[in-house]
C-alpha cells in the first residue's frame, strides 16, 4: 500500500509541562480509513490539529506523500491544504452563521480560485448539495434552517469540494442523533469510494469504528499503545486498555451477556505521567515490571503492534479474573 501520510515520533508540549501527544508515529495508506481512539483528553485531537498544521509539532515529522510539512513555506501549506481537508465535531459552529449554503461549501473553491462569477459558484453549489442527498433549492438557505445532520453534510461537502486525497475527521457524527449517525456514515463511506478519499477518523465510538475503519489506532495519555487492522483488533485485541474499551461496545443480541471491564479512576494527569507503563495506575494485571519500565509499541501478531509487557500472552480477558464482571442484561436492553 502507497503511504499517503506518515507521521514520526510526533510530540507537542502546551506550556512546557503539558505532555498533550508524546511520540505518536503512524501511517497512513491511500484510501484507507485509519481511527484513532481513546478516551476524551488522550491527545487524538490534538494529533488531528498538529497534522493540519492548526498549530505547530514540538517534536517529530509528519510527511505528506513525501514532503515534510514542518518544513513547508506558508505559501507551500495553502496549495497541500487542498489535498488534506477537516470534518468538525460540531456541525452547527463549523458553519458560519452569516453565509448561505451556497457559500459555505463553494468558499474553498473561491479561495484557491477554482470558480468565478456569481453563475459559476451557484451552479458548482447546487451540484455539490445535490452530492451529499441535499435539494439545489437549499442552496440560499442559511445554517440555522438546516437540522444537525443537514448540516454535518454541508460539512463533509465542503471538505470534499476541493477533491483532497485525505480528510481528517474528528468526532464526525458524536454531536448527531443515533437515527442519522448511520446516514452521515454512509455518506462518508460513499464519498470515500466514489472519490478515492483516505480517512483520519477520530473517535470515542467502538460500535462506528467497527462499521468504517480498516485499521484502528488506540492512544492513552498521550501514545498510542495498540495499533492493528479492525479485524485482528476486534477478535484479538493485545492490550489491556483496549479491552475495556470494547467491553463498553453493546453485544449484538440481548440474550448475549458481555464482560465488562471496569477501570478504577480517571487517567493521570498529562502534567504528571507516571513512570514505568503509564496505564499501570489503572491496569487490573499490572505487575512490578509494569511500574518500572514503559513497554515499547512492538509487533506481536501480523501487523498487530501493542505496548504491553503481557501483549504475547493473550487473551488478556481470561487472565481478568474479578475485574471483569457480567454486563446486566437490563443495562444491554436499554
Known sequence: MTKLLEVTDLSKIFGGSVRAVDGVSFSLG????????????????TVSRLILRLTDPTAGVIRFEG???????????????????????????????????????????SIHGMVKGARQRRETAETLLRAVGLSAKHVDNWPRQFSGGQRQRLGIIRAFALGPRLIVADEPVSALDVSVRSQVINILQDMQEEKGTAYLFISHDMATVKHIADRVAVMYLGKIVELAPKASFFSAPRHPYSEALLSAVPASHPQKRRKRILLQGDPPSPIR???GCRFHTRCPIAQDVCRREEPALAQVADNHLAACHFAQAWPIASRLGEAMAPEPLAELSN
Do not use: N, Y
Request: glycine share 6%; charged share 25%; with cysteine.
Open 30 to 45: 491511500e484510501r484507507e480509513t485509519l481511527a484513532l481512539v481513546g478516551e476524551s483528553g488522550c491527545g487524538k485531537s
Open 67 to 109: 514532503q515534510d510539512m514542518a518544513r513547508m513555506s506558508q505559501r507551500a501549506l495553502k496549495a497541500i491544504r487542498r489535498d488534506i481537508q477537516f470534518v468538525f465535531q460540531d456541525p452547527f459552529s463549523s458553519l458560519d452563521p452569516r453565509m448561505t449554503a451556497g457559500d459555505i461549501v463553494t468558499e474553498p473553491l
Open 273 to 275: 505521567i507516571p513512570p
